[in-house]
């Protein structure tokens, strides 16, 4: 998918956070697990080790340079399940891994909101920022990958998945990208996620708004 054809077809990105977190986010960004994880000071060796576990519930960590932090569970994220649909000779830790060093944006709200309130999720209270798609293509377009499933839910019938499911911003036509996967399934790719490898800082630049979910 061309950058041009991401912000026509979805001029806004969409992403859920914690309530209260929203001070640090506009301090500095929002960050994927690792990059957190790393510039809370934690050891590198600790850093690659946590990024490679499920966390079966929320964890927080205090006395952090951000105050206090909280990590979201992998509770979609069904081990077993995980194993059976990975490609290209990945384990579960490693697709665990590659989850944990992006931010993630949905590109329909309407998804969006089902997943919110699906049966695993009704109990959480979330903060949505909606996001400027053509801001952040100029800011970190060369960090932009998109994928045409959700990437952290094996809970049904997961989708195959490898090293080709994120595929870089600009590295093919949108009609190209859709047929990628046609031989496994009736219909075209579809854009679900966006994510963006490390960091999206300045994040008051792409800021369209922001309210309770």
């Known amino acids: 998918m061309m950058p041009s054809e991401l912000i026509a077809k979805h001029p806004r990105l969409y992403h859920l956070t ?10 500095h960004g929002l960050l994927s697990t690792e990059e957190l994880l790393r ?15 499920r966390r079966q519930a929320r964890e927080v960590l205090d006395a952090t340079p951000f105050g206090r932090v909280v990590l979201n569970d992998n509770k979609p994220i069904q081990l077993g399940k ?7 000779g990945l384990t579960p830790e490693d697709w665990l891994a590659e989850l944990n060093r992006r931010v993630f944006f949905w590109v329909k709200e309407a998804r969006m909101k089902g997943l919110g309130e699906a049966q695993i999720n009704r109990t959480d209270p979330r903060e949505l920022l909606v996001l400027d798609t053509a801001s952040v293509v100029a800011a970190c377009g060369a960090r932009m990958q998109v994928a045409p499933i ?9 989708a195959p998945r490898g090293r080709a499911t994120f595929t870089p911003l600009g590295t093919m036509p949108y009609a190209a990208w859709r047929h990628l996967r046609r031989d496994r399934k009736s219909s075209p790719d579809e854009v679900v996620e966006v994510t963006i490898l490390g960091a999206v800082p300045d994040i008051e630049r792409h800021l369209i708004e922001r309210r309770r979910f």
């Open 18 to 27: 914690t309530p209260g977190a929203w001070e640090v986010i506009r301090q």
């Open 39 to 53: 510039r809370t000071g934690l050891p590198e060796a600790e850093v690659q080790s946590r990024i490679r576990r």
């Open 82 to 88: 995980l194993a059976h649909c990975l490609e290209d």
């Open 150 to 158: 959700n990437t952290g839910n094996t809970l049904r019938a997961p």
